[in-house]
Structures are given as structure tokens and as C-alpha cells.
DNA sequence: CATGAATGAGGTTTCATTCAT
DNA sequence: TATGAATGAAACCTCATTCAT
């Protein structure tokens, strides 16, 4: 509430994120995070009612930034080079998808975590995660309607494949290889033109 | 050693497998393990080093049988309809990575558990996890080599394209939508002819 | 200090007894207190030095109301039936010891509270405690001296016995039967004349 | 299970018992029933699912004995002087009750300790606090067939009134004065006779 | 005077692992 | 070989108390 309150919440939050991402959720113990933010077990549960309620606050934080960036993409719909836009596009949402990536995988690998109650926080949270392919979805089909893209094509199938692919990529381990967003932009787009 | 310590040995490898799917790794305490194998905690350590061993043996046999199931693949090059042939192969291949995908996730999940020693162990699994896309791989090179994709495409990015996505569509929470296998073949095989 | 200071202390106190008594002492925290006060949690420290004082004070204020009420009785010695003014008397004493009840059990239950340090605050609630059966005493022995009360009974004695009982009855889980105060009464008193 | 197991379970259990009668329920930490146990904390949790169990399972153990002793009385009617034996087995009681009271009195101070769950294990402990006045009141019961009690008395509450004013008497901060089992039951037996 | 954020010791409980039987 | 009791480190969380505002 006071500036100090809300200071120590944003460190919170963001050495969970940047904890979540080095030794994943289980390693991100409450000692490890108060630790990092620089302040005592003690004061996390004084922001956050337990750990499940700071990790949600973590994923929205990061969430929000996320659809906020994509939101500018219908907009550039003929602008330029399509291939160009898409590889641009997914670049920096891949960057930005390496902070919310260990905390959606937590949430993917513990069963509990994502099942008990907190159901409306999680509820803006997935709404969020919504929100990238929506716009994706919506910047191809302004494509479409320019003739840029083939019209028997479905936007919305085809966004969700190529961030699936995207987010597989940075999680798998045949990611080792030198798979990268541009290659999955190139073998999508040569089929859509 | 043999007769009954190999039936235990399975015993213990079933139930880890089907406990992890069920409750993720953390709901996968070793007794919980060893009640659904009906056997004491204690027999868990006369057959594994630790924890981590067991389950990275619990990888290793379910992504054998994985394993086994490709290896029919690249015999199938030029014997039917291309986007079939790979509609039916995605979808095979999904059923069974149902078993595979939480393993894999919590491999992923948890950092700490792919880094810490057992580099010899991890590699098998790695190099069974790298089979899957070999044999798809070397399938559509045969398909190539018969002219029936363009000659420009590289096998092996694609297959680990189409792998990926696959994957991703399993897990995340976007996959709620009605995206099939069929859909990524599609999208995929009209971009490589 | 002394208008809004007072009023604050007096609603600090209130706030613990009526705490006490719903959730008892552990169930009244500093948090819950500050909270039922409607005041901060600091603001407790400005008023006593620790959470023990606070309580303390608590049950000094309402041992003091009580013997208030108890230090009116020996002056009703032989102005009616013995038996219906001891009734009358365990009844409404039995009524105000609702509120102290839980706060002595506090006191008996935890050892710590009582010994630790505090010795000049306790003195003055066990002097308080030490009221109510002074001032029965004093009325037994008024009505002793009037004969209604054989001349070998220990007035003192008598006193502590018929509070004691009444005591327990209302604490314990034997109580649950159909014991009045009015039977403790006739028990004692049929033997006292 | 094993020799060694129930072994243990006596000492956690022995240990509860006094700990409990040493420093109050809450002094009594897992980590000083442990110490006082000779065992590790983990221990405890072999032996019961929680804290609570723990405690519950001393209250049934100490209670058990008390009930034993009890059932031994309705037998001796008639044998020896009425006073006398009252006074003895007021006494004899009192020694048990030494250690029963404390867990009792955690019970009745702390709400949320009896209401949560264990309705059962509770329900056990009840049945076993409601023998003594049971036995005791068959004994008065007796005594009053054979003559040496006036008829127009209620041996059951007569009961409960003397086990309640004991309680109280070891209770409470008034038990500092000089009233012994014996004042008690010389009280109530002359107005009994 | 009052606030409420921060502290940090300590509580209960879990769990991979060891060891006596 | 198999058991399951025992271990102990560490996890999450609570709460009386202090301190900056």
C-alpha cells in the first residue's frame, strides 16, 4: 500500500520470476526468494496469503507485459515484408516467452498447482495467455484480407500452430539443435502464400 | 536377483510411470511409489541408486517403446498418400507421448534434474528422446528423394518442427482449441510440396 | 494520552476478552486483537510492553467488575433464606465467570504464562482472584455468627469448595449433565445447617 | 508394528504425557517431544498422521488407567468406614488426575483443538472421562442401598459435584489455600448422612 | 500517538534416504 | 532380498515484536 509496500512487492515478484527461471518452481523455495529480493521470509507473507498466490502474481505480472506488446501487431498488417514481420514478431515474443515459459511449465508439470482454488486468478492469467494468439490470429487475417495470404487458410489454427511451435522449441530438448523462429516462420509461410 | 527382482524392478518402473502421470513428479514421493508397486520404500534403493535413477529409467522404457514404434517409419516412404501417411504417424505418435509428457515435462520443469551428475543415464535418454525425430527425419529424406518434397527443405528442421508443435499442443493451455494433428500436417505438408 | 489513549486501551482490552473467550488465547493473536480493536498492531506496544501485560490487564478488569459484585453479599447475612441467597448468589457469579473462564483457563493451561517474570501484575490478579471467595467467606461467617450455620464449619473452607465446584462444573465435559448451581447449593447447605 | 515400533509409540506417548504436565500443550513442541522421546522428529509422524493424534492418543492412554482404577470401587460398598473410603479414593484419584489434568485443561482452553476432526478419537476420550463419575456414582448408589445415605439424594450428581470440586481444587489459583480431598469429602458426606 | 511494513525465530510437517531386523 | 522404522534437513508458514514513516 505505502511506496515501501509496493517496492517490496515488485521485488518479490520479480526474483520469483528471475528464480523461477534459473532453478525452477520447486527450487524457488520461500528462503530462496526472500533471499533474492533482499528481504526476510517473514515479509512474503505479508504481500502474498502463500507461496501458490506470489508464483500467480508472478505469471500475471509477466503475462501482462506480453499482451501488451502484441496488441501492436494488427496494426503493421501490410507494412512490410510478411516473412519479415512474422520472424520480427516471433522473435521477440520467443524473448519474452523465455520469463513466462518455467512458470507456465510448473504450472503444466504440477497437477495441484493449477487445480486447487485460486481458480479466478488463474482465470485472468489464462485469459492472458489468450491474448498473444488472438492477436496473431487477428494480424493474419488482416493479411488475408490484403491478398497476402491464401484465403482457404484459418488464422486463428494457424497462429496457435506457429506459437506451439515456438513454445515447444524453447522447452524441448531437441531445441539443442539449430532450429530457429526464422526456420519455423520460413516452413509455415512458404505454405501460405 | 533375477526372477523376482526383475518383476519388482518393472514393478517399480509401471508404477512410476502412471504415478507421475497422475500427480506429477512432486506428487510422486517415493512412497507413494512404493505403495502403488506394493513393495516396502526401502526396496526402491536395492534396485536404484536414488529417486532421479528410477525416473530417469522410467523415461528411458517408455521412450524405447517410442523408439520401436518409429523405426517402421522411413520403410514407409512413397507407399501412400504423403499428408496421410504423416496424419496417421502424428497421430500414433501422440497417443503415445501421452505417457512420455509428463516425465519430459518435469524434466523440463525442474531444472536441477537434468543437470546434477548422472550425465551417463540422461544421456540414453537423451539419445532416446532424439530417436523420435531421426526416423522422422530420415522418412521424409526418403519422400524427398522421391520427388515428393521440394528439394530446398531441410528433413530435418521440419521433423523436429512438426515434433514440436505436436508436443506443444499436448501441453499448453492454447490447446484447449480445436487444432488437430491433421491441422499441423496440413498447414506443414502445403508449405513442403 | 489520556482521551484517546484511554479509549483505545479500554477498546484493546474489550477486543481480548471477547477474543479470548470465541477463539481462546492462541486463537487471540496480536493481529487478531489490533484487528477486533480496530486499531494497528503497533499500536498494542504503545499501550503494554507485551502481549502478557495485555492479557493480564484483561483479566484484571473483569476480576475487578466481579468483585464489585461479590463485595455487596455480606451485608444480605440473615435478611432471607440462606439456601435461596447462596443460589442466587453462585447464579449470578456463575454468570459473570463466563467472561474470566477463559482467560483463567489460558492462565492454568500455560504454564509460562503465569510463572515468567510479572510477578507485580499477577499479584494484583491473584489478589483479585482471591476476592470472590473472601467476600463468600465473610457472608458465611455473618451467617454463622446469626446460627444459621452449624458453629464446626470453617467458613473459609465451605467458601473455596462451593467456588471450586461451580468452577469446574462449568468447564468440565462431565458438566454436560444436568448439574445447576442450585444443586451444588442444596448438597453443601444440607450440610453446613 | 514391530517390537521396536510400538516401542517407540509408548515413549512418544509417555513423553507427550509429561512434557504436557511440564510446560503446558504449546510448550510441548514436536521438536521437545522428540528430545524428551529420545527420537527424531520425523519420527512422530510414523506413529501419527499429526500433532493432534499425538495428543489425543495420551489423553486415551492416561484415561484408560484412570477408568481401570475406578471400576474397582462400586465393589468395596459397605467394607469400612464411608468417610474413609470417599477420602480415599478422592485421593487416589487426585494422584491420577495430576496427569490427565493438564491435557484436559488444554482441551477446554484451546477451542480448536476438541472441535476440528478426531470426533471419534474425542469420543473414545469422552466415554472414558464420563467412567469415573459413573463408578463413583455406583458406589454412592450402593452405599445408599445399605442404608449409610439418605434416600432423598442423587448419587450421580452427588458424584459429579465431588470429582468437579477436586478438579477445581487442583486447578485453580484459590487451591493454594488448605483444602484437601478430605475437607471436601467431610463437607458433603454430613450433609449426606 | 498511530500506522503497518519488516523481522526472524520457531512451529509443524514432508520426504528422500539409511539401517537394523 | 525385503521390510519398515528411523533419520534429519529443509519446506512452508505464523506471530510477537521492532522500526521507519
Redesign the pocket.
Same mark, same amino acid.
Given at each position: 500500500? $505505502?511506496? =515501501?509496500?509496493d517496492? $517490496? /512487492?515488485a /521485488?518479490l515478484i520479480h526474483a520469483t520470476t528471475s528464480l523461477v527461471a534459473q532453478v525452477g #518452481?520447486?527450487? *524457488?523455495? $520461500?528462503?530462496? +526468494? &526472500?533471499d533474492a *529480493?533482499?528481504?526476510?521470509?517473514?515479509? +512474503? #507473507? =505479508?504481500?502474498?496469503?502463500? /507461496? =501458490? &498466490?506470489?508464483f500467480f502474481a508472478a505469471i500475471l505480472e509477466t503475462q501482462e507485459e506480453l499482451v501488451h506488446w502484441m496488441s501492436s501487431l494488427p496494426g503493421q498488417a501490410g507494412t512490410g515484408d510478411l516473412t519479415e514481420i512474422l520472424a520480427e514478431c516471433l522473435l521477440r515474443l520467443s524473448a519474452l516467452r523465455q520469463t513466462v515459459l518455467p512458470l507456465e511449465l510448473a504450472l503444466a508439470a504440477d497437477p495441484q498447482l493449477a487445480t486447487q482454488g485460486h481458480v479466478i486468478d488463474l482465470g485472468g492469467a489464462v485469459a492472458a495467455l489468450g491474448g498473444p494468439p488472438d492477436q496473431l490470429a487477428r494480424y493474419l487475417a488482416a493479411e488475408q484480407r490484403l491478398g497476402r495470404i491464401r484465403p482457404d487458410v484459418d488464422p486463428v489454427k494457424v497462429a496457435i500452430i506457429l506459437l506451439a511451435a515456438l513454445f515447444a522449441l524453447a522447452v524441448s530438448p531437441i531445441a539443442d539443435s539449430e532450429v530457429t523462429a526464422a526456420d519455423v516462420v520460413k516452413v509455415l509461410v512458404e505454405g501460405i502464400t
Open positions: 500500500m $505505502t511506496a =515501501r509496500g517496492h $517490496t /512487492k /521485488k #518452481y520447486h527450487g *524457488a523455495t $520461500t528462503r530462496a +526468494i &526472500a *529480493a533482499g528481504v526476510s521470509e517473514g515479509t +512474503i #507473507y =505479508r504481500h502474498f496469503p502463500d /507461496k =501458490r &498466490a506470489l
